[in-house]
């Protein structure tokens, strides 16, 4: 189920398509699999049909989803690529973190550590 926060900074519609997105690419979602139609995704988070349109062309956009006219909308069949792409994008922030921490000093067991989820910080 998608949860809105209307205390987070971003707009409602990217809240949205980040949700769906999410449900996607953890197979809570699956390929092909019908969403919910705008009117019925928007009575059921309470807020307006328009910012469904705008997620679900924003999901559309970034390749998520897909449509069909007359339809609705759909889950695309391409997660594990956008999976990958994903994980390719955090590859490369992790490693411009590394060098950033390498640079200030950090060394192989603190970034271990921190990888681990150890909390201490030397």
């Known amino acids: 189920m998608l949860r809105i926060d209307f205390r987070d900074a971003r707009p409602i519609y990217e809240q949205v398509a980040d949700g769906v997105e999410e449900m996607a690419m953890h197979g809570v ?37 897909y449509s069909v006219k007359g339809r609705g909308n759909f889950v695309a069949s391409n997660c594990g690529e956008l999976r990958k792409r994903r994980l390719e994008d955090i590859a490369q922030q ?18 271990a550590g921190w990888l681990k989820g150890e909390e201490e910080r030397k």
């Open 29 to 65: 979602l699956q390929p092909d699999e019908q969403l919910p139609s705008v009117r019925q995704l928007a009575m059921e988070l309470s807020i307006n049909p328009n910012t469904i349109q705008r997620a679900y062309a924003e999901l559309e956009n970034r390749g998520v989803v």
């Open 94 to 111: 992790v490693t411009a973190l590394v060098k950033a921490a390498r640079e200030l000093g950090a060394d192989d067991a603190m970034l």
